[in-house]
């Protein structure tokens, strides 16, 4: 007969998935609140977990703009940061980074799933939309669709 599993303590759980990817604080707590057995339980252990950089938001921002940034636009990493509860001026200043490369990103992903530039008004349409849809604003979309030369800044 196998041995049950024993369950893993609050911290067990919290160093669990930090070996996994960057979390960020309010991510931890959202994902752990449900496991805290007593009140207080789990803001001692995520400040001890801070005070030993075990999480840090920092990295956290790094790491997204990292993985995502070949697929995503500007606007869909910010979506990103801010929903892991990030702080603004962090997230501020990983979008700033992110604006200087945003034209060849997005080129790069549309050359990756388009063939040729659009041939007519409904093609243009759903080129458009797939590239908006990954976080592209506006003005980079029509650059790209309009073939505008890549050393033409924003």
């Not at 995520?46 to 999480?55: N, S």
């Not at 549309?110 to 849809?133: C, H, S």
């Given at each position: 007969?196998?041995m049950?599993r024993?369950?893993?303590?609050?911290?067990?759980?919290a160093?669990?998935?930090l070996s996994?990817?960057?979390?960020s604080?309010?991510e931890l707590?959202?994902?752990?609140a449900?496991?805290?057995?007593?009140p207080?339980?789990?803001?001692?252990i995520?400040?001890?977990?801070?005070?030993?950089?075990?999480?840090?938001e920092?990295?956290?921002v790094?790491?997204?703009?990292?993985r995502?940034s070949g697929?995503?636009?500007?606007?869909?990493?910010?979506q990103?940061?801010?929903?892991?509860?990030?702080d603004?001026d962090?997230v501020?200043?990983a979008?700033?980074?992110?604006?200087?490369?945003?034209l060849?990103r997005a080129?790069?992903?549309?050359?990756r799933?388009f063939?040729?530039p659009p041939?007519?008004?409904?093609?243009?349409?759903?080129q458009a939309r797939?590239?908006?849809?990954?976080?592209?604003?506006g003005?980079?979309?029509?650059?790209?669709?309009?073939?505008?030369?890549?050393d033409?800044?924003?």
């Amino acid at each position: 007969m196998p041995m049950p599993r024993p369950t893993l303590s609050l911290k067990g759980r919290a160093l669990r998935l930090l070996s996994g990817r960057e979390h960020s604080r309010a991510e931890l707590e959202k994902k752990l609140a449900p496991h805290e057995e007593e009140p207080g339980q789990l803001a001692r252990i995520l400040d001890e977990l801070q005070a030993k950089d075990f999480i840090n938001e920092q990295r956290v921002v790094d790491s997204v703009v990292h993985r995502r940034s070949g697929k995503l636009g500007a606007m869909r990493i910010r979506q990103e940061l801010q929903s892991k509860g990030l702080d603004s001026d962090k997230v501020h200043a990983a979008l700033g980074q992110l604006k200087s490369t945003e034209l060849a990103r997005a080129r790069d992903v549309w050359a990756r799933k388009f063939d040729a530039p659009p041939a007519d008004a409904a093609e243009r349409g759903k080129q458009a939309r797939f590239l908006a849809a990954r976080g592209f604003d506006g003005e980079v979309v029509r650059r790209v669709l309009s073939g505008s030369e890549p050393d033409e800044a924003l």
